[in-house]
Nanobody, 125 residues
Framework: QVQLVESGGGLVQPGGSLRLVCVAS????????MGWYRRVPGKERELVAS???????KYADSVKGRFTISGDSAKLGLTLQMNTLKPDEKAVYYC???????????????????WGQGTQVTVSS
């Protein structure tokens, strides 16, 4: 299975930019999709952006035009470029991956969710 580690969070002023990076390690075969989620204090975790193996991307309406997700399979990395950040986007941002795993005995295949530990993004003056 895969292990995900996020980095790049920190303090930024409103209107500023940050780049989040997720590095995958361990078994990285069988990825279906990867993405970034965030959890704003007091709210449930929400999808920010996702990318599939063929490069198709999706974004939350609130971040379209400002955020860009990209992946690098060779370097096992996932990046979220966040521009024009807003104060209400202060949140813990999580890297997520869907991975197909095959049981060696039964040869059955199942899709699993894997999460990083999160990285804090603070948008404040």
């Amino acid at each position: 299975q895969v292990q995900l580690v996020e980095s790049g969070g920190g303090l930024v002023q409103p209107g500023g930019s940050l780049r989040l990076v997720c590095v995958a390690s361990g078994s990285t075969f069988g990825f279906s999709a990867m993405g970034w989620y965030r959890r704003v204090p007091g709210k449930e975790r929400e999808l920010v952006a996702s990318i599939t193996r063929d490069g198709s991307t999706k974004y939350a309406d609130s971040v379209k035009g400002r955020f860009t997700i990209s992946g690098d399979s060779a370097k096992l990395g996932l990046t979220l470029q966040m521009n024009t950040l807003k104060p209400d986007e202060k949140a813990v941002y999580y890297c997520h991956a869907n991975q197909w795993l095959v049981d060696k005995k039964s040869l059955s295949k199942s899709l699993y969710d894997f999460w990083g530990q999160g990285t804090q993004v603070t948008v404040s003056s």
